[in-house]
Each structure stands twice: as structure tokens, then as C-alpha cells.
């Protein structure tokens, strides 16, 4: 009985150990680009290649690197370009302030437009009065 | 003032995303350039029992082509590396494919490599950064990589780019 309960525990520890990384590479290869298919990540994409590198994270993570270190691993072969969220740095700082700087134009163009003085309503004739009162009934 | 300025910005926003559709997105500058080429050590494609480093190639100008049977870009560049392949040694790097499909490719097409390596798994390419094959990379004399292509090689590329290359590099 005893040798079967130590035999399950290691079976139990041994699953989850593999489910967590299952779940480490998974969450690595969400934010990891396929080269072939550049839209979509290396967790979503079949190509080969995708595959590949999906066994590459696998494979390092279970060799006891950290996630950093297998990022580190594929901009070192691919660039920051595998990134889905590129470091911030002076040829990426378009890309992470555009945005701001977009917004911030709206909302001042949307000031300026709300603070500006409304045009009188034009009067209305009596003539013009009537007219509407009529085709409002 | 908004008059002046919003056409403007529109203009400006054109210009930036016409830029924009001039570049080609498949070709990802390679963080490779200016490094060392990565080492290996694989059996060759048509002596399975012998190796070849790239260590062997230090001291030399030298082409990595990668490529591969199933690849029918290759074949469409196959022409200009033979052509390249008389003016710079170029090895083959044959990847992910199978010896007998590869050999019977090159006896069909010719063999302009000096030799090639099989890269059985891929792993290698990985090292490289290939994402797309063929790729092109001009290796100087210690080792380092000075040039990237991605895509099949052009007779443009080759001549106004590779050639000149490797004459510059052979140079210095």
C-alpha cells in the first residue's frame, strides 16, 4: 500500500510538473511572434517553424531556463521583431507613445472646439414662424 | 489655425503609411549582422559520416545558403547561386529535408556547393534565424556575419550586392 501511494505521489508530481509547462511554454508562445505567418503568435500558428520554436521553449524551460532567458534566446536569432511587446527603446518609442500623442491631439482639438463661442441661433421671421408652426402640426 | 493644420496632418499621416507600403514586412533586419556566425558541427548531406564546422571556412570569404528540396523558391534562386557559387565558395545548408530527395535535387539541378550540411531538424536554422527559406548570409574571413538575405536570391541582389561584398570583404 505504502509503495503504491509513493509510486501515485510521483506519478501526481511528475503530471503537473508537466502541466506546468505546458502552461509556462503556452504562455511564452503567446507573446512570441511566428515569423512565417507574422500575424499571429507562436502558440497560434501551425507553420513548422512555429512548431519548432514552440518545442525550442518547451524544450529550454524544462532545462530549467527562466522565461526571460528564452526570450532573450529568440531576439538574439529573430530581433526584437518576435516580440509582441517590443522593449522601449529610441526606434520603438514611436510605436509606444504614438498612440498618447495621437489622443492627446484629439482631446485637445476637442477643447478648443467646445470652448469655442456657439454661433447665435439665427432669428426667425414671423413669416418663417408661421411656416414652421404649420408644418409642425 | 485648424484650417491650415488638420490637411496637413492628413498629409503627413499619408505620407508616413505610403512609406509604409513600400516595406516589405518579410524582411526582418537580422540582430545576426555584425556577429559571430553561430558554430555547428553536422554531417555532411552526401558523406553522412563525416561533419564540417563552420570553423573550417575561417580564413575565407565565404556564402550559407540555406536550402532545401521542397523548397521551390530554391529552385527559382538555384540558377543565381550556381552562378555566385563561381565567384565565392558557397556552402550549403540543407534544412529539414531528407538525403533522398535532397541528392536527386541536386544531380537534377547541379550541385554549385562546395558542400552541404544537413540540418535534419532544423535546429541549426534556428541558431541562424531562418524563418523563410532560401536565406543568403556572406560570412567574412573570421567568421563574422556581414549580410542577410531573406527570399530567393535575385540576379540584382547578387550581382550589386553579394559580389561586391565579398570582393570589400576579401579587400581588407
Not at chain 1, 510521483?10 to 508537466?18: I, P, S, V, Y
Not at chain 2, 545558403?65 to 527559382?76: E, K
Not at chain 2, 527559406?133 to 556575419?145: H, L, S
Request: proline share 8%.
Amino acid at each position: 500500500m505504502g509503495r503504491f501511494v509513493i509510486v501515485f505521489c510521483l506519478w501526481a508530481g511528475a503530471a503537473t510538473a508537466a502541466e506546468d509547462l505546458d502552461k509556462r511554454t503556452a504562455a511564452l508562445a503567446e507573446e512570441l511572434r511566428c515569423l512565417v505567418c507574422q500575424n499571429q503568435t507562436l502558440a497560434e500558428s501551425n507553420a513548422p517553424l512555429a512548431v519548432d520554436l514552440r518545442n525550442q521553449v518547451r524544450e529550454q524551460l524544462a532545462q530549467g531556463a527562466s522565461e526571460r532567458e528564452v526570450r532573450e534566446f529568440m531576439v538574439a536569432r529573430y530581433g526584437d521583431f518576435v516580440l509582441y511587446r517590443p522593449p522601449f527603446k529610441a526606434s520603438t518609442a514611436a510605436l509606444w507613445l504614438g498612440p498618447f500623442v495621437l489622443l492627446l491631439g484629439g482631446v485637445v482639438l476637442l477643447v478648443r472646439r467646445l470652448r469655442r463661442p456657439r454661433a447665435p441661433e439665427p432669428a426667425l421671421s414671423s413669416a418663417e414662424r408661421e411656416r414652421a408652426a404649420k408644418l409642425l402640426e | 489655425m485648424n484650417k491650415t493644420w488638420l490637411p496637413l496632418g492628413f498629409i503627413a499621416l499619408l505620407a508616413l503609411l505610403g512609406i509604409g507600403l513600400t516595406l516589405n514586412p518579410r524582411q526582418v533586419p537580422s540582430p545576426l549582422i555584425g556577429k559571430a556566425a553561430p558554430p555547428f558541427e553536422l554531417p555532411r548531406l552526401d558523406q553522412p559520416s563525416r561533419t564540417f564546422t563552420q570553423k573550417e571556412m575561417l580564413g575565407s570569404v565565404w556564402v550559407l545558403n540555406v536550402w532545401a528540396s521542397w523548397c521551390p523558391p530554391c529552385l527559382v534562386e538555384h540558377p543565381v547561386v550556381t552562378e555566385l557559387a563561381k565567384s565565392v565558395p558557397v556552402v550549403g545548408l540543407n534544412y529539414k529535408d531528407a538525403r533522398e530527395d535532397a541528392l536527386p535535387w541536386l544531380a537534377r539541378n547541379g550541385n554549385p556547393y562546395q558542400l552541404s550540411v544537413y540540418d535534419a531538424n532544423g535546429r541549426i536554422a534556428i541558431d541562424y534565424g531562418v524563418y523563410g527559406v532560401p536565406e543568403t548570409y556572406v560570412i567574412d574571413r573570421q567568421g563574422v556575419i556581414r549580410y542577410k538575405h531573406i527570399g530567393p536570391l535575385t540576379p540584382e541582389v547578387a550581382q550589386k550586392k553579394l559580389v561586391p561584398m565579398v570582393k570589400e570583404l576579401r579587400g581588407g
